[in-house]
């Protein structure tokens, strides 16, 4: 399994970022997938979650409305748009996987919130 985020930067308060996720070696239609952060000194935490299918989507309280998770089976490809960036959302952002029972982890996306 093999996971590559992309599409992180610095971003002024107010901006927007896409963040997208690269998969391989599972199969990427069967599986739900996920979006963590982890801000330095604080835990991971999951900021969105979607089906496989990508019918149904799951969000952190303090993203709802501004963050949105979206894939595409026909690219191995899962996406997070995040709008209406805070300096608050600055952290690494971890595309994630559980994939027959084991967890998987990209390297990880910078984002920086910050004017």
């Known amino acids: 399994v093999h996971l590559v985020e992309s599409g992180g930067g610095l971003v002024q308060p107010g901006g927007s970022l896409r963040l997208s996720c690269a998969a391989s070696g599972f199969t990427f239609s069967s599986a739900a997938m996920s979006w963590y952060h982890q801000a330095p000194g604080k835990e991971r935490e999951l900021v969105a979650t979607?089906?496989?299918?990508?019918?149904?989507?799951n969000y952190a309280d303090s993203m709802k409305g501004r963050f949105t998770i979206s894939r595409d089976n026909t690219k191995n490809t899962v996406y997070l748009q995040m709008n209406s960036l805070k300096p608050e959302d600055t952290a690494v952002y971890y595309c994630n996987v559980r994939w027959r029972y084991i967890n998987y982890w990209g390297q990880g996306t910078q984002v920086t919130v910050s004017s």
């Open positions: 979607i089906s496989s299918a990508g019918g149904s989507t």
